[in-house]
């Protein structure tokens, strides 16, 4: 069974500081890997897509890709209390499909 | 935008009722899938179509079925309601396939078996 772990957090953070995400994935084989966010009561949301080992840099979100190490980071600057959500890990399957983690919950206090 | 619009944001049956749930997307995407979402067991997938007239097994498909008539619409039955199947549901959407696209979220329907 492949799995994405996430930690379940929650991970709370002080305003204007750096939140960092981890995730790790079991299938060495996965090519394509996605942060969402997910607000209380809402459906998950893109933040950012990451195809190759290294950091991608979208305004204030950087996704940080190690294929050889099997993890997936995403990190948050300047976090602002609007960013208090759950981050969703999630890696492409085999079939075309998402393998979700079950999300890591921010919490950024003003 | 991808635009992924669900019927109902929230839904009320009884037990042993047949359900249906409703997605429909606007940007010609062949690939749609439903999932369900419970506190502390995250996304899982319940069946997901690579096109018209084709569908494939998620991880829990049991008591479920789906219907892909048109590329636009995905539809998710359930075929005698039970109370475990309160949840909220979350259909998605992506192009091409295989595909190393994003999914895109509808708004979820959450559903409640009395």
């Known amino acids: 069974q492949k799995e994405v772990e996430q930690n379940s957090g929650p991970l709370s953070v002080p305003e204007g500081a750096i939140a960092s995400l981890n995730c790790t994935y079991s299938d060495r084989g996965s090519q394509s890997f996605f942060w969402y966010r997910q607000y209380s009561g809402k459906s998950p949301e893109l933040i950012m897509s990451?195809?190759?080992?290294g950091d991608k840099e979208d305004g204030r979100f950087t996704a940080q890709l190690n294929k050889a190490s099997q993890y997936v980071s995403l990190l948050i600057r300047d976090s602002q209390p609007s960013d208090s959500a759950t981050y969703l890990c999630a890696v492409r399957g085999s079939q075309g499909n998402l393998i979700f983690g079950k999300g890591t919950k921010l919490s950024v206090k003003p | 935008d991808v635009k992924v619009t669900q019927s109902s944001r929230y839904l009320v049956k009884r037990t042993g009722e047949k359900v249906f749930l409703e997605c429909v997307q606007d940007m010609d995407h062949e690939n749609m899938f439903w999932y369900r979402q419970d506190p502390g067991l995250g996304l899982r997938l319940i069946y997901f179509?690579?096109?018209?007239?084709?569908?494939e097994k998620g991880d829990i498909p049991e008591g479920y079925s789906v219907s892909r008539e048109k590329k636009e619409r995905f539809s998710l039955i359930l075929e005698s309601a039970s109370t475990n199947q309160t949840s909220m549901y979350l259909c998605a959407s992506s192009l091409g396939h295989p595909s190393n696209q994003p999914q895109h979220f509808g708004d979820g329907t959450r559903l409640s078996i009395l």
């Open positions: 179509s690579y096109d018209v007239k084709m569908k």
């Open positions: 990451i195809y190759s080992n």
